[in-house]
């Protein structure tokens, strides 16, 4: 099985036996090309639903055999629903989606409140301490929720940047705490509060440098290079007290070997939390959506970090990320071994060749009218065959 691009649009392209042609019919599979007989005529158009042909199914072999074809190229066309894949995700395992999305459009709508009103001159220390009490129930909506990559995933679809990468950052930062330091709720509560904070410099930062499509000048860097002592400086002003929280804010651009700013800091010079932070930080920019570039599919992006970044964050972090992302990101399309495809939701760090996945297609190309989760670890007959490409889940993993 292959993808093939037609336009904008990716399908899985098949070649289906005869004998097995049959099976198909009921489906949404398609003839992917002309399929021309032994006189040069064609037998059967590219683009012939298999099921149109289920009544003369038998009289169509035999006619494709008398042209010693034996095999058919067919495509599995599909579309994207993904409010149905998170209402039967919610139903089937409600640890899937950790994050109410009321409660994420809302925390996203309190940032960007909260730096109109900084770029304003009309922020008021409740402003940030209700920012910072917002990022406090984040941390414990998540805690110990093993399917964040899957709610990150969904939350980053949407439009506002800064605002959104404040709400990853926050929810990322606390969950990777949580599972390098165990039992410590306070310190997971604190990263999400710094999570949420991070950027607060970016609100004096001009617009014209925050969103520039281009590389930044010099001075411009240097301009950009303010926003974690800012960020300090406002939410110190505004009532933020807490180490560990300050910590994210100013150290969030430290790099584990060095060349990082503001201070410049190396190895365990950088807290804990900035370390942690940094991890966050760059995994979520580099899987968002900006002006100036398309978003990285996780896979990608965890590539990146772990090759030609790897030196500029703490091993120990890049590990917990590792186990939390997967081999299969949250989102990813995958096929089968059994021909069968679907959406992973989720893998748990115990196998990471072994995530749950959301079957869609069955292995005939049919659509599944009630989805069917399947926890690879626990099906041992099943594997994942192959990640698809990332742009063919907005045409078939829902």
């Known amino acids: 099985m292959e993808e093939r691009t037609q336009g904008t649009e990716t399908k899985i392209r098949r070649d289906i036996p005869l004998e097995e042609l049959s099976n198909f019919c009921s489906g949404v599979a398609e003839v992917a090309d002309d399929i021309i007989g032994e006189s040069g005529g064609i037998l059967l158009p590219r ?96 805690s110990g929720a093993p399917q964040l990559m899957f709610c990150l995933g969904q939350v980053r679809n949407w439009d506002e940047y800064t605002s959104v990468h404040s709400l990853n950052v926050a929810l990322l930062s606390s969950f990777l705490a949580e599972r390098l330091f165990p039992g410590r709720t306070e310190l997971a509560e604190f990263m999400a509060i710094g999570g949420i904070l991070h950027d607060l410099g970016k609100a004096r930062v001009p617009l014209e440098v925050l969103n520039k499509p281009g590389k930044l000048t010099d001075g411009e860097f240097a301009v950009m290079k303010r926003h974690p002592e800012l960020g300090e400086e406002l939410a110190v002003s505004n009532g933020i007290t807490d180490r560990r929280s300050l910590e994210v804010i100013r150290g969030h651009h430290e790099r584990y070997n060095g060349g990082g700013y503001p201070d410049n800091l190396n190895g365990t010079a950088i807290s804990n939390e900035a370390r942690i932070a940094a991890v966050a930080d760059v995994f979520d920019a580099l899987t968002a959506k900006r002006v100036y570039k398309n978003p990285m599919p996780s896979r990608e ?35 089968l071994s059994d021909g069968s495809v679907g959406t992973v939701v989720g893998a748990y760090g115990k196998d990471l060749v072994r995530p749950k996945v959301a079957i869609t297609l069955d292995r005939f190309g049919n659509r599944l009218t009630e989805k069917k989760l399947i926890d690879l670890s626990e099906e041992r007959e099943l594997f994942v065959k192959r990640s698809l490409r990332s742009d063919d889940k907005d045409k078939l993993a829902f």
């Open 47 to 142: 683009g012939t639903p298999l099921s149109s042909l289920a009544s003369s199914i038998d009289r169509v072999e035999a006619k494709l055999r008398r042209s010693n074809i034996r095999a058919i190229p067919v495509v599995l066309p599909g579309t994207s629903d993904l409010q149905n894949l998170e209402d039967y995700l919610k139903a089937a395992d409600p640890a899937v989606m950790p994050l109410e999305p009321e409660l994420a459009r809302q925390t996203v709508s309190q940032v960007e409140d909260v730096f109109s009103r900084i770029k304003e001159g009309e922020c008021t220390t409740e402003d940030v301490q209700n920012l910072a009490e917002q990022g406090r129930t984040l941390a414990r909506r998540i």
């Open 301 to 335: 992006a965890m590539s990146v970090m772990t090759g030609a970044m790897s030196a500029h964050f703490d091993p120990d972090v890049m590990r917990v990320l590792l186990l939390s992302v997967g081999i299969y990101p949250s989102g990813s399309l995958v096929e």
